[in-house]
């Protein structure tokens, strides 16, 4: 594996993404969390979904529920199949790293996108977070259980998955002027994932 895939995961996607949006879970098992997110949004809400992917079935939840989405990925053959999916909406090719909007949304979604990003990278996520959110703004993330690496075989293609500990991501919320409001540690009711969802209240 280069180890240039190491640091742009998305790279990986450009040779798979066919085959992810073919394979990939369709059967919303994030729903509970995308939920809670719903009883969170005032009306008119706007969502950024960083790491969106082709779309399905995240960002096509929040269409279905009359929420602004904005979609945003890496990956171009990933934002190809979004566009072709939802035409009608907004979709920009970005780095999640490199992100910096003069605009700030509601809810931001890093679900199982984040965790491909290197380590050393996340802690500087938090504040790009931050800048992208209202105040009372929710975030959903998800992430590993405890530091480290692992890798996946996906559609032939090994891809890069990365973790910090659980204490430091409590303490870049805490940082970051965010509450934690849920922390669920592989639930099995959502294909083992280690959720967080937490709302940003600035001081």
């Known amino acids: 594996m280069e180890k240039g895939e190491c640091k742009n ?3 990986v996607y450009n040779k798979i ?3 992810f949006a073919e394979n990939r879970a369709a059967d919303l098992v994030e729903k509970a969390y ?3 997110i719903l009883e969170h949004l005032p009306a008119g809400a706007k969502v950024l979904d960083l790491g969106c992917g082709d779309g399905k079935p995240i960002l096509e939840y929040f269409i279905k529920h009359g929420i602004n989405v904005l979609g945003v990925d890496a990956s171009t053959q990933m934002i190809e199949l979004a566009k072709a999916n939802f ?3 907004g979709f920009l090719l970005k780095d999640m790293r490199e992100l910096d909007l003069e605009e700030e949304f509601d809810a931001i979604i890093a679900w ?3 965790f491909h990003l290197p380590a050393g990278d996340q802690p500087n996520m938090f504040a790009i977070f931050k800048r992208h959110l209202k105040p009372d703004g929710i ?4 992430s590993g259980t405890e530091r480290g690496e692992v890798w ?7 891809l890069f998955h990365a973790s910090l500990a659980t ?4 303490t870049l919320l805490l940082e970051n002027e965010f509450k934690l409001l849920r922390h669920k540690i592989n639930d099995p009711d959502c294909g083992g994932a280690n959720v967080w969802m937490a709302q940003y209240k600035p001081r």
């Open 139 to 142: 975030l959903l993330f998800t």
């Open 17 to 19: 993404g066919s085959w």
């Open 9 to 11: 995961v998305y790279k």
């Open 152 to 158: 996946s075989m996906n559609g032939g293609e090994n």
């Open 112 to 114: 199982h996108s984040f």
């Open 34 to 36: 995308l939920n809670d």
């Open 167 to 170: 204490a430091e991501y409590q």
């Open 87 to 89: 035409p009608t909406t």
